[in-house]
């Protein structure tokens, strides 16, 4: 059964009831605190609670797009999954099933996940539905290794799970991989990158990325994508990540151009005394929504 939060502990605490409520929002937002595979830093279970939290701070009023989208598109915050004696192989069904249940019910999803794994539950959900979809990743790390510390379910691995789902992907902002993930990359024929040094070095990057992208996008916004000086508290951060008008600049221009069908944001492991990312990430995502508005998007 899919249970929703009160108004005030959902996504922006809108004043109104209504705009919070399941069935008259068009906006479903899911929060998947699952941890197990964590390799550095650990505390990205604490990650959606904390996005959630941290968006009641967020203005409702958009200057971009001169709007509060949220009156027009209702945003309702389901409560945390629960992945009690749930793992790997397990939580990912858990996911899809859940996920799938949005989609039945024509909700756009948005997904605030702990570790990156969480992607690849929502990636097989929505590949039912969109047959013929491609992954926009946002992140520092490929995550495209077979497996890492003995798990293919692991966070460093949810992209060569996308890959055997045969679902073409573009990376943005790589500057961590190992050679396997590099031979992979080389290998096949539906992995496009553009590593942070390709972006540093050419002012085109965000058209011709969004070139290679088919017609129907799901994004994956992994928080370390970002430059550490935008979202520092992160699993694994890493220097000379995306700006935040470059982030910005990616997703207003994807959101013009092509057919998003839902998107996440992943792996922040908040930090005691700093709510810096945290709240970038929820700003992040009501920006991201006020484009996909702006753009007719949503209420399609």
């Known amino acids: 059964m899919l249970k929703t939060l009160p108004a005030d502990q959902t996504f922006l605490a809108p004043p109104e ?25 650990e ?16 203005e409702f009023y958009d200057e971009e797009t001169d709007s509060e989208c949220y009156k027009e598109i209702g945003v309702a915050t389901l409560e945390e999954t629960d992945f009690t004696n749930c793992v790997d192989a397990d939580a990912m069904q858990r996911i ?4 799938n249940a949005l989609l039945e ?10 570790e990156h794994t969480v992607t690849g539950g929502i990636v097989a959900a929505f590949k039912e539905k969109y047959p013929d979809m491609c992954v926009l990743q946002i992140d520092a790390h490929s995550d495209l290794r077979e497996a890492y510390q003995g798990n293919p379910y692991s966070h460093a691995s949810v992209m060569a799970r996308v890959h055997d789902m045969k679902v073409p992907m573009v990376q943005i902002g790589i500057r961590a991989q190992c050679k396997e993930e590099a031979d992979l990359r080389k290998s096949s024929t539906i992995i496009k990158t553009w590593y942070a040094h390709d972006i540093h070095q050419n002012p085109n990057w965000i ?10 996008v799901y994004v994956t916004i992994d928080a370390d994508g970002f ?40 792996e922040i492991a908040p930090r005691e005394g700093d709510t810096l990312t945290e709240f970038t990430m929820a700003k ?17």
Not at 17 to 35: F, M, N
């Open 17 to 41: 009831d209504r705009l919070a409520d399941l069935e008259g929002s068009k906006i479903a937002i899911q929060l998947l605190p699952y941890e197990h595979t964590s390799s550095y830093h």
């Open 43 to 58: 505390g990205s279970f604490k990650g959606p609670k904390a996005i959630i939290e941290a968006s009641h701070f967020v």
């Open 96 to 99: 899809k099933e859940q996920t």
């Open 105 to 114: 019910k024509n909700k756009f999803v948005v997904s605030l996940g702990a």
């Open 207 to 216: 058209q011709e990325s969004i070139e290679a992208l088919g017609p129907n």
């Open 227 to 266: 430059d550490p000086s935008v979202a520092p508290a992160v699993g694994t951060a890493e220097p000379g990540g995306l700006s935040w008008f470059q982030g910005l600049d990616l997703l207003k221009a994807v959101a013009a151009s092509k057919n998003i069908i839902g998107f996440d944001i992943v």
């Open 284 to 300: 992040l995502c009501y920006k991201f929504l006020s484009y996909l508005h702006h753009n007719n998007q949503i209420l399609k």
